[in-house]
């Protein structure tokens, strides 16, 4: 069962232009959604995060936003640059049991060209 | 300061055979989590600990999954009776505490290839 489900599986972008991936989650009790990114031969890195009490977070050129209703969020990369080519995962944690593992989505190939 | 360390970096072993992955925390950080990240997937969760004991194994896929934390430090998965199935990256990461908002910080993880 795929609790978080992660569009689009790749995307190719122009420097400068932004960057969107989108995700969708089923599980009402998650109360935390990381995004997280991935280098070739790395572990994935927190690059920024929301909780649900907030439509909108932005950290430098990342915005998250989340749509609670619609259990929807997103993330948006502005300006993106050639080093922001990387896997991307959204994730969501906690649950009915207040646990803290994260699921994550399939993950997004984000390639930005010059 | 060192991020969370893994070894080995690559592991090739037969089908069948025993193998033992080691993860060193983040200096500190009380909680431990081990994930497997299959080819073109995001990371699945196994197992957690919070000190020495495993707060949740939910995610271990059968009984050939094993994993220790008997000091609250370092952690071993071990897995028995490897199968080709069970060949992709193993992820460690570690957070200061065990919280639904707490960081966790990955290491860089082992690959597993199994023949």
């Known amino acids: 069962q795929q609790q978080v489900k992660q569009s689009p599986q790749s995307l190719i972008v122009q420097k400068g232009g932004i960057s969107i991936i989108n995700c969708a989650y089923e599980?009402?009790?998650?109360?935390?959604f990381p995004w997280y990114q991935q280098f070739p031969g790395k572990g994935p890195a927190l690059l920024i995060a929301?909780?649900?009490?907030?439509s909108e977070k932005k950290e430098g050129r990342f915005t998250i936003s989340f749509n609670k209703s619609a259990k929807q969020f997103s993330l948006h990369i502005m300006d993106s640059q050639p080093g922001d080519s990387a896997t991307y995962f959204c994730a969501a944690t906690g649950d009915d049991f207040g646990n803290e593992k994260l699921t994550f989505g399939t993950g997004t190939r984000l390639t930005i060209i010059p | 300061g060192a991020g969370v360390s893994q070894t080995p970096s690559n592991k090739v072993t037969e089908k069948g055979k025993y193998v033992e992955l080691r993860c060193d925390p983040i200096?500190?950080?009380?909680?431990l989590y081990w994930y497997r990240q299959s080819l073109g997937q995001g990371p699945e969760f196994l197992i957690y600990f919070q000190g020495t004991g495993a707060a949740d194994d939910s995610g271990l896929p059968n009984d050939r999954f094993f994993a220790v934390r008997p000091e609250g430090s370092v952690s071993t998965l071990k897995i028995q009776r490897t199968e080709r199935g069970d060949s992709a990256v193993y992820l460690c990461?570690?957070?200061?505490?065990?919280?639904?908002?707490?960081?966790?910080?990955f290491g860089p993880g082992t690959r597993l290839l199994v023949l």
């Open positions: 599980n009402t009790a998650f109360d935390y």
């Open positions: 200096s500190g950080h009380t909680a």
């Open positions: 990461a570690s957070s200061l505490i065990a919280g639904v908002q707490e960081t966790q910080y």
């Open positions: 929301i909780r649900p009490d907030v």
